[in-house]
């Protein structure tokens, strides 16, 4: 098994899902603090209040990720911590909070990566419009510019924003996440120009006040399909399914929140400098206005595509030219949020993404939420995550053979935490936290990747799919 010499072993969280210290040193309100506080919106009613107080025990969860080896870690900084309305004043004790975190990490060589923006959209600028508000762009490349001055001395890793289609689909069209909202897709498509605007405005900004070399990526969600086998024609049909645009009243099952669902829309402009001529077919009567040059201010250099992949559909080519999406077989391996396990999504996925946009692909996401749990030993033996981690890679290192450029994987995530909507439900992380005592336990899945860590990879070439 072969990864390239110095690939980027990581692991990520983001704030939300973890700080916790919601109401503490400074920070301001952001559209989860509040979403998480109305009636019926979140699994049990919980809430980031205290999440896995990492805020607090930093340094020891630190420690954690120097225990399983990383290499990298994946964060994101809050922009209301930092700058609690969104715009003006700025919190010094939420800037604090980050350069002791980067300093945390130097200090044992793990390597920073921030993403810029996890979800957390101060509340003052959603009573603004949020993202609808054509000012968001330039907020964002103000709070931009704060960060990077503090932190660029350090850091030389960005992303700027998190899976686009998320923060518009859930939060602007099923109104799953906050802010909850239930838009038209015109606005919805308008929401995510803006997303989109912010992402260049943010590049131009870091490449600006850096201190020091960088490489900056964004991280659209990559939503991708593998073929049925291994024929032309298939391989054919699942590379056009992954770049199709779909119309509004299809019936797609991916297809979710009226077509938004898709990577070419989002990845296009940022990747290609131009909206996909089948996006603009597609969405034809609610195309989002734009200005001229703004596809300019979107594409700009960019060194590596981040990717968060965590399932796939399957698809086959349909005799007709086109593609069919297939059901997986009856009985077809599921996490527990119910996504279908297809190991080899990162293969196909880092293929045909970079095939299209030809950058070095990141894996930013990649993982699986389990029931886990200690036994009476205290261990936490999640052996379904040991072989969604190990057949995951296998793909990574095929695509690597096959000449595509792959620069790093980050395990979703160190540790267990908020998964939004669903609450403290799901856990994905590597090492597993106890909410009522905050203990964590390092699981067997976070021993078994410190093994492929320390061996960049060749202990994938051990059969076993999980010791024990
Ligand atoms: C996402 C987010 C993460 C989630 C993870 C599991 O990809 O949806 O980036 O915050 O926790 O993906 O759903």
């Known amino acids: ?192 120009h803006h997303v989109q605007l912010a992402h260049g405005k943010s590049v131009q900004t870091l490449r600006a006040n850096a201190k020091r070399p960088v490489l900056i990526g964004g991280a659209p969600v990559g939503v991708v399909s593998r073929p049925n086998t291994e024929s032309p024609e298939d391989i054919e049909a699942a590379r056009m399914a992954t770049f199709d645009v779909v119309p509004p009243e299809s019936t797609d099952p991916m297809a979710m929140q009226n077509g938004i669902w898709n990577s070419a829309w989002w990845m296009d402009p940022m990747f290609k400098g131009e909206y996909p001529e089948n996006g603009l077919e597609a969405y034809r009567e609610h195309l989002p206005e734009m200005s001229d040059g703004d596809l300019d201010i979107i594409f700009q250099p960019l060194d590596f595509l981040g990717a968060n992949i965590y399932h796939g559909r399957t698809v086959k080519a349909d005799g007709n030219g086109g593609y069919e999406i297939l059901n997986m077989p009856d009985g077809s391996p599921l996490t527990t949020m119910g996504w279908d396990i297809v190991p080899d999504i990162l293969y196909w996925g880092s293929k045909y993404l970079y095939e299209r946009y030809g950058k070095p692909i990141v894996v930013t996401e990649n993982g699986t939420a389990t029931t886990d749990f200690p036994d009476e030993n205290g261990e936490v033996i999640d052996s379904a995550r040991c072989s969604y981690l190990k057949e995951h890679l296998k793909g990574i290192s095929r695509v690597a053979a096959d000449g595509v450029e792959c620069m790093g994987y980050f395990h979703w995530s160190i540790m267990d935490n908020f998964e939004w909507d669903r609450g403290y439900s799901q856990r994905f992380g590597i090492v597993y936290v106890n909410y009522q005592t905050q203990e964590r336990i390092l699981k067997q899945s976070a021993k078994e990747y410190r093994d492929v860590i320390e061996s960049n990879g060749a202990s994938l070439s051990v059969s076993k799919a999980c010791e024990v």
Not at 106 to 125: F, K
């Open 1 to 192: 098994m072969e990864f390239p010499k110095n690939f980027t072993w990581g692991a990520g969280a983001s704030s939300y899902q973890i700080e916790g210290a919601a109401y503490d040193g400074g920070k301001g309100l952001s559209i989860w603090d509040k979403f998480c506080k109305s009636p019926g919106k979140i699994y049990k009613a919980q809430t980031g209040d205290v999440a896995c107080d990492h805020y607090n025990r930093f340094l020891d969860d630190v420690s954690l990720m120097k225990e399983v080896g990383l290499k990298a870690y994946r964060f994101s900084v809050s922009w209301p911590r930092v700058i609690p309305n969104g715009y003006g004043k700025v919190n010094e004790a939420g800037l604090d909070f980050y350069d002791r975190l980067v300093d945390a990490l130097l200090a044992v060589n793990i390597e920073p990566w921030i993403t810029l923006y996890h979800w957390e959209l101060p509340w003052q600028l959603h009573l603004e419009g949020g993202w609808l508000n054509p000012n968001i762009s330039d907020r964002f490349a103000e709070y931009t510019s704060v960060v990077a001055k503090r932190l660029s001395d350090r850091v030389s890793r960005w992303i700027t924003i998190n899976e686009v289609q998320v923060i518009v689909g859930l939060g602007y069209g099923s109104g799953i996440h906050a802010p909850g909202l239930k838009l038209s897709l015109h606005e919805i498509l308008q929401a995510g």
